[in-house]
């Protein structure tokens, strides 16, 4: 079964549940648009942000659409996506970004990120962004290091703003004792709310108008049973949303009806 078969058989110009939509066409359902005007607010007020969410919720989508509205001549974005990589991994990629040669030992790194950050600001007149994904999966050490940043000017003036973004736990562990200097920090919060149902029928039908279908194409009862199961997080709604209609598609028929989705539902669970 090949993917040109599907969209023939739908007329879509293009997947509809891909990752690959643009940010001006993603569907500004409440929690993306709210997550979304507060990552940009922390980015203009160069503020340290934490936006949280259940796996698959949104949040680098909204962190993408809040930084592909920047003015890339006042703003470099760096996008720190690898958790893994330890305090000095996270040192070592923004000076890289920056388009510096980390230095070997972390005494000398640390200055020279801040150095870098500095430069960005004062020299070029660009304010740096750094988006934290995953923030959630880093240890206290990583975090405390992000922090760190900060502290260069004295809390006189900031040069730059910091997006952290991960699951509920990341909340919890910054009211840690031991990231209290952090916690401290952090001018705005934000948990990204699930699709309610309305949201959810609204999500596909936007994104069905995005590949180029305008007409109801899921039944109400296949929304609602997507619904159910996915909890409301996009990620699962776009998952469930391709398994319906490759079963539909399947079973020869035109709309996606509950059938299709429970059918989709099993193939999900199945994974």
Request: with cysteine.
């Amino acid at each position: 079964m090949s993917i040109e078969l599907i969209r023939a058989h739908y007329g879509f110009s293009r997947a509809p549940f891909g990752k690959d939509i643009p940010p001006q066409a993603l569907h500004p359902y409440r929690g993306h648009s709210e997550a979304t005007a507060r990552i940009s607010y922390c980015i203009a007020e160069k503020m340290i942000g934490v936006i949280t969410g259940e796996c698959g919720s949104g949040k680098t989508v909204a962190a993408r659409a809040a930084t592909s509205a920047l003015d890339a001549s006042r703003h470099t974005t760096i996008y720190l996506g690898t958790p893994g990589v330890g305090l000095r991994g996270m040192y070592a990629s923004i000076v890289t970004a920056l388009g510096g040669m980390p230095r070997f030992h972390r005494a000398a790194l640390i200055p020279q990120t801040q150095e870098l950050i500095a430069t960005e600001h004062a020299e070029r007149g660009k304010s740096v962004v750094l988006v934290c994904d995953e923030t959630h999966l880093v240890d206290a050490e990583v975090l405390e290091g992000l922090r760190c940043l900060s502290n260069d000017g004295m809390d006189a003036e900031s040069r730059f703003s910091m997006i952290l973004l991960g699951q509920p736990t990341l909340r919890r562990r910054l009211h840690l004792g031991s990231l209290v200097a952090l916690d401290q920090r952090v001018g705005l919060r934000y948990q990204v709310a699930p699709l309610d149902l309305a949201e959810c029928g609204s999500y596909i039908s936007s994104h069905l108008r995005f590949a180029g279908r305008a007409d109801t194409l899921f039944s109400e009862d296949a929304v609602a049973l997507i619904h159910q199961v996915s909890r409301g997080l996009p990620r699962m709604v776009n998952n469930l949303c391709v398994q319906s209609l490759v079963a539909t598609f399947s079973a020869g028929k035109a709309i996606v009806d509950e059938s299709a989705a429970r059918a989709a539902v099993a193939e999900v669970s199945a994974e």
